[in-house]
């Protein structure tokens, strides 16, 4: 790393410590955990991009995939829902499959013609009808059992480490089924398929209350282990004892314990995989990548299979981000589908890897840090600079509405930074070698 990365980073590091010493540590940490996520996140979407130039708008939905992983697998189980219609739900979605493995099937031992259209067509619609008459019913009668507090069939109750992976392989199994239907087509269909699922994965997550009690939202899920919860510490007498040795506040000092917790485990995750990455860079796989990037005609001339490497390394990028995605709402400690929006899981992932460097693990990582830090920052310090600059106005509704938009100053900042990187260095902070 040159010595200009190497100052880019300090800058970058400076603003955190800014953040700490001017504002708050608490705020500083809790930028820096969110920004560590995103910038897992971003590596996945750089692995997908910068790689193998492959344009998928679906960051969102992969993200909720891994956040509902955390339900699945950490929430504790509703044991009357379950029993009131569990078993019928899980049925219901075993013959869903089966109907469309048959269908699968049957396309490709029938003949191609007109028969085979029909019996294909006829195994879906048939399916589709016992689906739901199994479906529907459990569905009303698992969400009817208590549905203040529960009206969901839970989780396995497993510790919520297990639920990383998992997001990272429901992630994956969805960017399968994009992939084996979009990456042989045109680049842009990709976009629009990617977008298209991410869309409907939200909308399912909000509207099957059966699954994820949708729009009511989870609010208890655990913490990964080992970060305890700060009442705990609080009541702890070693953890007493140490914080008044120290003259630390034992509120303030378990706050700050607990995200420096996370970060560490953030950190050390990040840590790995761009270990993982750059070694994949750097290797034969990594170069063929770069090669289908560049030009796909030539690659594929040499015998490269172009569409099956694309496949790949989808799958390989959107699992990463499902693997954030889980991480967060494991730090959140609850699942909230309404505050799934592109602007903040796409929007702002793209914008990472674009202003870091695409192709560059070392540039994505310099870009997620730096626009972790203003997307958050800015929201909290815009109010207070808007109310500077239009301090000489006279009262009235000019003044009224600038200080109304303060919020909003934020998409402001992140389209500036954007034009200025594009403008001066249009290949990001860290372009790729």
Do not use: C
């Amino acid at each position: 790393m040159t010595a200009r990365n190497l100052l880019l980073f300090a800058a970058v590091a400076s603003l955190y410590l800014m953040t700490g010493v001017f504002q708050s540590w608490n705020l500083s940490l809790s930028i820096l955990n969110a920004a560590l996520l995103a910038t897992i996140a971003a590596l996945g979407v750089n692995m997908q991009w910068g790689y193998a130039g492959l344009f998928s708008v679906g960051t969102m939905g992969f993200t909720a995939l891994g956040g509902l992983a955390v339900v699945l697998v950490s929430a504790r189980p509703n044991v009357d829902n379950w029993q009131a219609g569990g078993w019928g739900i899980l049925l219901a979605l075993v013959l869903g499959a089966l109907s469309v493995a048959a269908a699968v099937i049957a396309r490709r031992a029938l003949p191609r013609g007109r028969g085979r259209s029909l019996a294909v067509l006829a195994i879906l619609i048939g399916g589709f009808f016992l689906f739901r008459a199994v479906f529907d019913p459990n569905t009303t009668a698992a969400e009817a059992i208590n549905p203040e507090f529960a009206g969901n069939l839970g989780g396995l109750g497993l510790p919520s480490l297990f639920a990383w992976p998992v997001g990272g392989l429901l992630a994956a199994a969805a960017a399968w089924a994009i992939g084996k239907t979009a990456l042989g087509l045109r680049s842009d269909y990709l976009a629009i398929a990617t977008l298209g699922i991410a869309e409907i994965t939200v909308s399912v997550i909000k509207n099957e209350d059966w699954l994820a009690r949708g729009v009511k939202n989870i609010i208890d899920l655990p913490r990964p282990w080992p970060v305890p919860y700060e009442v705990d510490l609080q009541q702890d007498p070693g953890f007493l004892d140490l914080v008044s040795r120290w003259g630390f506040d034992p509120v303030f000092a378990s706050t700050i314990g607990v995200k420096l917790l996370y970060a560490g485990m953030f950190g050390l995750v990040l840590a790995a995989i761009i270990w993982a990455f750059e070694r994949a860079l750097n290797s034969p796989w990594g170069r063929m990548m770069r090669a289908i990037r560049d030009n796909e005609v030539s690659a594929a001339a040499m015998g490269k299979d172009v569409t099956g490497r694309h496949l790949q390394v989808f799958i390989l990028g959107s699992a990463v981000i499902g693997f954030a995605g889980a991480m967060m709402t494991s730090m959140d400690g609850q699942l909230t589908p309404g505050t799934y929006n592109p602007l903040r899981f796409t929007f702002l992932v793209w914008v990472m890897v674009i202003v870091g460097g695409s192709g560059n693990n070392w540039g994505t990582v310099l870009g997620g840090l730096l626009i972790g830090w203003l997307w958050l920052v800015v929201e909290n310090i815009g109010p207070n600079i808007m109310g500077l600059m239009t301090w000489p106005f006279p009262d009235g509704a000019l003044k009224a509405h600038l200080l109304g938009s303060a919020e909003h100053m934020r998409l402001l900042t992140m389209g500036v930074i954007l034009l200025l990187v594009m403008r001066f260095s249009p290949r990001g902070l860290i372009p790729e070698k």
